[in-house]
């Protein structure tokens, strides 16, 4: 098995590990998958294995475009926020813990948000919870 690794060292160094990874900005996965695409062109890639949440979406991109089995892209970016997982789940009827998101624009908002974490962790475990409700 032959592996072709992709990473965001700097694209300036010229192959510096002997590795002949393809160097990719992971900040924007459309743009690092299209250049995974255009390198592979010739290839035949079997699968993509990715380590890390930046480096999953770009993968997600590739895998699509390379007709690979992998998670959708949408998938992928769901599960980088709690909330917008949640999200998911709670819309695709799944059973899951009460949520909300609060923002706090203010210091006193942060403190007032500190107690509501403490009293809701306090309240869980006065009641045998073995899990707090707050998470975000």
């Given at each position: 098995m032959e592996l072709l690794y992709v990473t965001d060292r700097c694209h300036q160094l010229d192959d510096p590990w002997g590795d002949r990874a393809i160097a990719v900005h992971?900040?924007?996965?459309?743009?690092?998958?299209?250049?995974?695409?255009?390198?592979?062109?010739d290839q035949n890639v079997d699968g993509i294995l990715a380590l890390g949440d930046r480096p999953a979406a770009a993968a997600a991109f590739a895998a699509r475009?390379?007709?690979?089995?992998?998670?959708?892209?949408?998938?992928?970016?769901?599960?980088?926020?709690k909330l917008r997982m949640r999200e998911v789940f709670r819309d695709a009827g799944l059973p899951g813990p009460w949520f909300r998101k609060i923002c706090f624009a203010s210091d006193a908002g942060a403190r007032a948000s500190r107690n509501l974490l403490s009293m809701c962790a306090e309240t869980a475990f006065a009641f045998g919870e073995p899990r707090s409700c707050a998470r975000e």
């Open positions: 992971f900040e924007n996965p459309e743009a690092a998958a299209y250049e995974v695409m255009d390198r592979v062109r475009g390379l007709g690979i089995a992998y998670n959708h892209p949408a998938a992928v970016e769901a599960c980088r926020s």
